[in-house]
C-alpha cells in the first residue's frame, strides 16, 4: 500500500490543522493506521493509532484532548485533527500503516511538515 500525507503547514500557537493520509493500493480497511512524528534533532515518535474500523489506541499523553484521529474507509484516508497547538507539536508528520498481528510499521507516507508559533 502507498501513503500520501498532506495538510501540514505553518499555524500560530492556539490554531488547528487537519492532517490526512490517502491509502492507494491495498485495501485500506485491511490496516491499523497510525500517526507518528519527528521534531528536530530527535527521533520519530508514535502520536495515535486507529484500528480498523475506528478505535484509538496508545494516544501520546502530550496530545490527549487536542488531537483526534479518525478514518473513512470508503475513502481509503486517516486524518488527524489537531486544536490547541502548541510550538512544541512542530515537526514532520508521517501517517504509518501496519497489517494487524503485527507490531511493526511496514508501509510510510513521505511526511508532511507541521510548523507552530509561539
Known amino acids: 500500500v502507498q501513503l500520501q500525507a498532506s495538510g501540514g503547514g505553518l499555524v500560530q500557537a492556539g490554531g488547528s490543522l487537519r492532517l490526512s493520509c490517502v491509502a492507494s493500493g491495498g485495501t485500506f480497511s485491511g490496516y491499523i493506521m497510525g500517526w507518528f512524528r519527528q521534531a528536530p534533532g530527535k527521533d520519530r515518535e508514535f502520536v495515535v493509532e486507529?484500528?480498523?474500523?475506528?478505535?484509538?489506541?496508545n494516544l501520546l499523553d502530550s496530545v490527549k484532548g487536542r488531537f483526534i484521529v479518525s478514518r473513512e474507509n470508503a475513502k481509503n484516508t486517516v486524518y488527524l485533527q489537531m486544536n490547541s497547538l502548541k510550538p512544541e507539536d512542530t515537526g514532520v508528520y508521517y501517517c504509518?500503516?501496519?497489517?494487524?498481528?503485527?507490531?511493526?510499521?511496514?508501509?510510510w507516507g513521505q511526511g508532511t511538515q507541521v510548523t507552530v508559533s509561539s
Open positions: 486507529i484500528g480498523q474500523y475506528g478505535g484509538t489506541a
Open positions: 504509518g500503516g501496519r497489517i494487524p498481528g503485527r507490531g511493526k510499521y511496514e508501509y
